[in-house]
C-alpha cells in the first residue's frame, strides 16, 4: 500500500541540497538494503542496538509493507542515476493499548547531522498527531547523544528514565 500524497515533502539543506520525503512503498525493498549495507557499523548499531552484520530479507520487508495509518514509515531520498537513493528512513509503530507509536529513525553516515533527523521528527509528529496519536515513546543508546538532542528539542513535553544503558523517552504532543 501507498502512503498519502499529502505525507511527500522537501527539506533544503544549508548547502541547497534538496532532500525529498514520501512514504516508504513496497519497491523501495532494494533501495532500504542498499541503505542498510551503507550504514556505518556504529550507526547500524545505534538504530537496532545490536551488532547485525546481516539484514535479512523479512526485516526490510517489514519495513517496506506497511498500513500508513498504525505503522508510518517516511523515506528521505535524492535523485541517483538509477532513480533515487534512500538516505533516511524514519517510522513509528502505534501501540492501541497506550495511544502512543513508537519511533525510530536512521540517517546515512554522510548526512548525519544536516538536520534531516530533526526534519523527520517533526514530520512523523505531524503525521500521528493528524492520526489522533497522544505522544512517541523511544529507546536511545546512552551513548548515541546525536538521537538524544534530536529528541530533546523536539518541542514535546519529555520524560525519561535510564537503566544505566539506554534511555526510554516518552514525547507527549501537546
Not at 32 to 47: D, H, P, V
Not at 88 to 111: C, I, M, Q, S
Request: aromatic fraction near 12%; include cysteine; charge should be positive.
Amino acid at each position: 500500500m501507498v502512503g498519502p500524497k499529502e505525507f511527500r515533502t522537501t527539506y533544503i539543506l544549508p548547502d541547497g541540497t534538496q532532500v525529498t520525503f514520501r512514504p516508504i512503498h513496497p519497491t523501495d525493498e532494494p533501495r532500504m538494503r542498499e541503505l542498510f549495507y551503507a550504514l556505518s557499523e556504529q550507526t547500524r548499531y545505534y538504530r537496532f542496538m545490536s551488532h547485525q552484520k546481516v539484514v535479512p530479507r523479512k526485516q526490510i520487508q517489514e519495513f517496506v509493507y506497511i498500513d500508513h495509518r498504525n505503522e508510518v514509515a517516511l523515506v528521505g531520498t535524492l535523485p541517483a542515476p538509477h532513480g533515487e537513493e534512500i538516505i533516511a528512513l524514519g517510522n513509528y509503530y502505534l501501540d492501541p493499548k497506550t495511544n502512543r507509536a513508537e519511533v525510530a529513525f536512521v540517517v546515512h553516515d554522510k548526512w548525519q547531522n544536516k538536520g534531516i533527523g530533526t526534519f523527520l521528527l517533526q514530520q512523523l509528529i505531524r503525521i500521528a498527531k493528524r492520526n489522533g496519536i497522544r505522544g512517541f515513546t523511544a529507546e536511545v543508546l546512552a551513548e548515541n547523544k546525536a538521537m538524544q538532542a534530536v529528541f530533546n528539542k523536539s518541542n514535546c513535553k519529555i520524560s525519561t528514565k535510564f537503566d544505566g544503558k539506554v534511555y526510554s523517552y516518552i514525547l507527549d504532543f501537546e
